[in-house]
């Protein structure tokens, strides 16, 4: 489904990530993990074009690497972003219309769906954005992003500065995505959650990959989840 | 009472011009983050085409209007194509000085191209007959104003609440980026600020052409220049602060002129920004201030 080749992503004259290669199969939930700056991000921004970066990325044989960042989301690809980032001036509704924008028939059915999934966001469906909580709008923000029938979910930090409870809540939901043969690229730095989840995943520090394997064999490997974790 | 009746359609009119103005430069500076100086010159553009529409014997005051108005949008469209998409994601400093750039590029080109001296276009007669409203008398041009300005309003919050375009722009306003991640292509949502704000320039420039009658390469400078200050005070970037900008400059200014005795006549404009100083002093960020946190809440 999406394969990347030797990516390499610049933030000035700073080399983020140093030329790693991944790829995610179709109906696979894949991680990539690590510590605060080792690229994670990065990685994820030059998936969807926002930062620039050398190097393939290639989604369903058709060659991403050039087109500009609408032309990639529109080819199927749909982010949840690191911050949620849900557009705090418009309403719950509002923002699930745009993340659908380029879907032209069943709009109306996509929201109403969504909105029988999470009551939540129905009940507040005309209340602005920004008065959400956290978890409301990391529901939110998946939600938008899937609105675009995406053919891969990029889910960025979903869990970031969310209670605990909350956490488990987003993981089960997207638990229950993956469980419906959605493909699913999961950027984490809690990787005990997110090994729960995936299929397979990588290690990332310092722009390269440090580790790769599936889930049981990083899970089971002790000395690398304790780095992981922080428990050491 | 009718004289009093009588100033306060003064002030709305007034304040429907400036506020449409404002709409124009708020529109654009709430998505790029740029003041398009050259406004006051699509509205210059808007003017030479109804001057070029009478030497071509072409008099309808419909058909005039409406080529005006096209002529703005498209003008406003066209400087967005050409001069500010190569600078959109540049320092701020630089779309400003490109803004400058454009206005005396396009000013001296009317200059040259033109005349320096104000030409004057007679077809907009329709917009001087006088109506009676039980005792008090108005131009048929502050009824259309207003009422224009209003539909306007109306159809442009239409526009922001129920088309997706619309909602992108909004949205845009507070995260650029983001939108296009939700696969809306930038270059759309970029021209149709531009064309909204050539359109609503086009239309302001008929009632500013009403009044003054003629134009000249400086047409536009003063409208602009107090539809700026009307966008100060409501908030930048804010699009009901720039129409509540517009509608308050408008009856500061109307106020003054009744207010201020004749030999001080001269002096309006100093009383009009001396009390928009003050209320800056009150709200440094203008009234109605965008909100410009990201999604997050803080």
Not at chain 1, 157 to 162: A, F, I, K, T
Not at chain 2, 92 to 105: C, E
Not at chain 2, 158 to 185: H, K, N, Q, S, Y
Not at chain 2, 225 to 240: E, R, T
Request: with cysteine.
């Amino acid at each position: 489904m999406l394969h990347i080749e030797n990516l390499k992503v610049f933030h000035g004259p700073i080399e983020a990530v140093r030329g790693i290669s991944f790829s995610v199969k179709e109906g696979q939930c894949v991680s990539l993990l690590g510590p605060n700056g080792a690229g994670k991000t990065s990685t994820i921004s030059a998936i969807t074009g926002v930062a620039k970066s050398t190097g393939t990325i290639t989604l369903k044989n058709d060659d991403l690497t050039k087109l500009p960042v609408e032309s990639r989301i529109c080819k199927g690809i749909a982010l949840s972003p690191e911050g949620r980032r849900v557009f705090a001036n418009l309403s719950v509704e509002e923002n699930l219309r745009l993340g659908g924008a380029h879907q032209k028939e069943g709009l109306a059915d996509c929201i109403a769906e969504w909105f029988d999934t999470f009551p939540i966001l129905g009940e507040r469906r005309d209340q602005a954005a920004g008065t959400l909580s956290g978890g409301e709008q990391q529901m939110l923000a998946i939600a938008r992003a899937l609105m675009a029938e995406p053919h891969i979910l990029l889910l960025d930090e979903p869990s970031l500065g969310l209670a605990p409870k909350i956490v488990t809540q987003i993981f089960k939901m997207i638990g229950a995505l993956k469980d419906k043969g959605m493909t699913i690229l999961l950027v984490e730095q809690n990787a005990t959650q997110a090994l729960r989840l995936s299929d397979y995943a990588y290690l990332l520090n310092n722009g390269r990959i440090v580790a790769e394997g599936t889930a049981e064999t990083l899970g089971s490997n002790d000395t690398l989840m304790a780095e992981l974790t922080g428990l050491t | 009472m009718e004289y009093i009746a009588q100033q306060m359609m003064n002030a709305l009119s007034f304040g429907a011009e400036y506020a449409l103005l404002a709409l124009g430069l708020a529109i654009v500076f709430s998505i790029m983050g740029l003041v398009n100086f050259a406004h006051g010159e699509i509205i210059a553009v808007g003017g030479y085409t109804m001057v070029a529409m009478t030497s071509l014997a072409l008099s309808n005051p419909l058909i005039v209007i409406g080529v005006a108005v096209i002529a703005a949008t498209f003008a406003s469209v066209t400087l967005e194509r050409v001069a500010f998409r190569p600078v959109r994601y540049a320092d701020p400093t630089t779309g400003l000085l490109t803004a400058f750039g454009v206005s005396i590029v396009l000013q001296n080109l009317f200059l040259l191209l033109v005349s320096p001296r104000p030409i004057a276009v007679t077809s907009l007669y329709f917009l001087e007959w006088p109506i009676d409203l039980g005792s008090i008398r108005i131009s048929s041009l502050q009824l259309f104003e207003t009422i224009t300005t209003i539909a306007v309003i109306i159809a442009m919050t239409l526009f922001l609440r129920r088309t997706v375009l619309g909602l992108a722009m909004r949205a845009a306003a507070l995260d650029f980026e983001m939108v296009r991640l939700t696969g809306i292509r930038a270059n759309r949502v970029f021209a149709a600020a531009f064309m909204i704000s050539g359109l609503l320039a086009g239309i302001a420039c008929v009632f500013i052409m009403a009044r003054r009658g003629s134009v000249d390469p400086h047409l536009g400078f003063d409208p602009v220049l107090k539809a700026f200050v009307a966008c100060v005070v409501g908030g930048f970037g804010s699009l009901p602060g720039a129409v509540l900008g517009g509608f308050l400059l408008g009856a500061i200014e109307v106020a003054m002129l009744v207010m201020l005795p004749q030999s001080l006549g001269g002096m309006t404009d100093a009383f009009v920004f001396g009390i928009v100083a003050m209320l800056l002093i009150w709200r440094p960020e203008g009234i109605l201030t965008p909100r410009r946190e990201k999604g997050d809440k803080q």
